[in-house]
């Protein structure tokens, strides 16, 4: 395997993992900020219902493989087809390299050939160009993971009301309109 083609793996699994550990945070901090944030998010739903907004909704359409994607997974698909090859695990290794096909996943095919062992001789310049910008990908969505509001809501060091007055900010929360909400709903003042 080459010295090139074995950095990029690394820095592929690495990120992955990076991203596998970003991804499971963010989605309990995600669910915590919406119980501590609960009332406010039933406030916020509540003029959108009043304004009778209604979120557009567009067909979104399955990703067609780049050129790069399907050279390599037909490469790797000689190799671990399950009528080719003798591995007991052929079968769901062909089934993650189809769906890595299907998703358009530069860095889980390339990652899947490093995983098996498969040196990818054939790639360019060019490829490993558009390996590098996938990689910038992966790196961005893990950025963007960090700085929604709960990821930030639970790893700030800033003072937690402080804080949550600008995230009422950020969200277009009223908190004199909110106050008068939470007491015609609840009957209660909201803890703040």
């Known amino acids: ?10 820095k592929i699994e690495y990120l992955e993992l990076e991203f596998e550990e970003v991804d499971e945070l963010s ?6 900020f919406d119980k501590e944030f ?19 909704c567009k067909p979104q359409s ?21 009528d080719t090859s003798l591995r007991e695990d052929a079968e769901e290794q062909f089934k993650k390299l189809t769906e890595c096909s299907d998703n358009d996943d530069l860095v889980g095919i390339i990652k899947m050939a490093s995983e098996n062992d498969i040196d990818l001789k054939f790639l360019n310049e060019e490829d490993y160009s558009l390996i590098e910008q996938a990689i910038s990908e992966t790196e961005k969505k893990i950025k963007t993971s960090q700085s929604t509001i709960s990821w930030v809501w639970f790893n700030s060091i800033e003072n937690k009301e402080e804080l949550r007055k600008k995230i009422y900010h950020m969200i277009g929360l009223n908190e004199e309109e909110f106050r008068k909400w939470k007491l015609e709903v609840a009957g209660i003042e909201p803890a703040s």
Do not use: G
Request: one cysteine or more.
């Open 38 to 56: 609960y009332d406010e998010m039933c406030f916020l739903k509540s003029l959108q219902n009043e304004e009778k907004l209604q979120p557009e």
């Open 62 to 82: 399955s990703p067609h493989s780049s050129p790069l994607v399907q050279k390599i997974y037909r490469n790797l698909a000689k190799i671990l087809h399950p």
């Open 1 to 10: 395997m080459s010295k090139r083609f074995k950095k990029i793996t690394l």
């Open 27 to 32: 989605k309990k901090y995600s669910q915590k």
